[in-house]
Every structure is written in C-alpha cells, then in structure tokens.
C-alpha cells in the first residue's frame, strides 16, 4: 500500500490529539468521480467503558457505523487512502491538518489555524471521569 507510511505519520496525529485532549473530529472526503461512498466521519465514543472511534460510512442512501479500538481504525481508513478518497482532514482545537493527494498522487500535509474552538464533548468527558 503505497500511501500506509504517509498516512501513519498523519494517522500519529491525530492519536496525539486525543491523548491531548484537544481532537474534535476527523472526515475523509474528495472521492474521485461519483462514488457511492461520499464520507467517513470519525468521532470517538466510549463503548464498553472503552474510549474508541465511531467510524460512519456515509453512503449516497445510507450510512453505515463502524466502531474501531483507536489504532484499529487506522487499518480500517487506510484502506480508502486513494480509493475513493484524496483528502482527510483532522479537526483539532490547536489546528486543523489536511492529508491530500494530487492528481499525480503525490501527497502534502498541511496545518491551518483551528475551524473548531472545542474538543469532542465525548473525549472531554471521558477523560474527566478517568
């Protein structure tokens, strides 16, 4: 898989950003062409006293969840890195990164100031009650 060690690198980011507190979200998009898949939206839930990520599949007539272990869900996303999508972008309160690829498929990542001003609630309470 010729994008698993870019992808792990932007993929430590966003692990960072939950242990720091300050991930709000994560969304794959830009598919190539009209795909029936259109997004994954990533956000973490607590499932089993175990915080984890909501991974939602965002289909053209439906959506479908997926609940991953933290490092499991990187298996999971790589697997759409360039098929469907050339974007993902993690939202966090300190900044927001962007992982793309260009038509050549090269990719860059680049950081920009902060869309989300809030954590997840859901990662906040979590670490409160620890």
Same mark, same amino acid.
């Given at each position: 898989? *010729?994008?698993?060690? @870019?992808? $792990?690198?932007?993929?430590?980011?966003?692990?960072?950003?939950?242990?720091?507190? @300050?991930?709000?979200?994560? @969304?794959?998009? #830009? @598919?190539?062409? !009209?795909?029936?898949?259109?997004?994954?939206?990533?956000? *973490?839930?607590?499932?089993? %006293?175990? /915080? &984890?990520?909501?991974?939602? =599949? #965002? =289909? &053209? &007539?439906?959506?479908?969840?997926?609940? #991953? +272990?933290?490092?499991?869900?990187?298996?999971?996303?790589?697997? =759409?890195? !360039?098929? *469907?999508?050339? %974007?993902?972008? /993690?939202?966090?309160?300190?900044?927001?990164?962007?992982?793309?690829?260009?038509?050549?498929?090269?990719? $860059?990542?680049?950081? &920009?100031? +902060?869309?989300?001003? !809030?954590?997840? +609630?859901?990662?906040?309470? =979590?670490?409160?009650?620890?």
């Amino acid at each position: 898989m *010729p994008f698993k060690e @870019t992808f $792990s690198e932007f993929y430590n980011k966003v692990k960072t950003s939950i242990e720091d507190k @300050t991930f709000a979200k994560l @969304t794959l998009a #830009k @598919t190539i062409g !009209n795909t029936e898949l259109m997004n994954i939206y990533v956000r *973490p839930i607590v499932e089993e %006293s175990m /915080l &984890q990520l909501e991974l939602k =599949f #965002k =289909f &053209q &007539q439906e959506e479908i969840i997926e609940i #991953k +272990p933290i490092d499991d869900a990187f298996d999971r996303l790589i697997e =759409f890195i !360039n098929n *469907p999508f050339l %974007s993902a972008i /993690l939202f966090t309160t300190e900044f927001d990164l962007t992982y793309k690829l260009n038509k050549k498929r090269a990719v $860059s990542i680049t950081e &920009q100031s +902060p869309t989300f001003g !809030n954590a997840s +609630p859901v990662l906040l309470e =979590f670490i409160k009650e620890d």
